[in-house]
């Protein structure tokens, strides 16, 4: 076939074609451009978010601060209660006080008596006679080993105890002083040396320790 067929068939097919017109011309060229401008948008906006913004440092990932581990809540300890006496020491009370009995004198304070201790007291006033003054008693253990002295005072008192020692306060009369109301104090100590009571103190005299109430 030659140059001139060839040019005679496609014109030929050219007229079969429906003609296109202006309208759809342009309408397609519009979308190619929204097509454009729109890929392009969203390149941009990916940059923007990959890139950080201008004048300002880059945002790292924030370090979890250490939790602080609560310490446990201290428990108050309750106080101990001291122990009380056993069915032996509660029946050597009872029998100290039975031979301060048989001595003729009332104890005043049964628990002045310490069984745990070595040296024991009791404090004692003649029974029946509430001016007579009182009078203190020693106890070797369970064993009864004397007095403070051979007469009463008008005001006697324990001031401290220990193990092997005792402190006794007496009231001392000075002058003016009314029968039964002294107004000096004096403090002895006594300790059992071995199995000997022995005051490291001197006692007060008889006439300044005792004076009889009327």
Sequence with gaps: MDSSARRVKADRNRRRLPRRGQTALWTRRLAGVLGTAALLGVLFASVQMVLPSGGEEPVSAATPLPTATPKPKATASK?????????????????????VRNQGYTTLKPTDYDPKATLRVL???PVGDAAGGYRAFFFNKKLFIG????????LLKISRKGKRTVTLSYGV?????????????????????????????TIPFDNDRFQRRR
Aim: proline share 8%.
């Design 79 to 99: 106080p101990k209660k001291p122990k009380g006496l056993t069915k032996a020491q509660k029946q050597a009370r009872e029998d100290a006080v039975a031979e």
């Design 123 to 125: 404090i004692a006033r």
């Design 147 to 154: 007095n403070d002295a051979r007469a009463n005072s008008s």
């Design 173 to 201: 009369y000075a002058p003016g002083d009314t029968a039964g109301q002294p107004s000096g104090r004096k403090r002895v100590r006594f300790k059992l040396e071995g199995d000997v009571l022995t005051p490291l103190d």
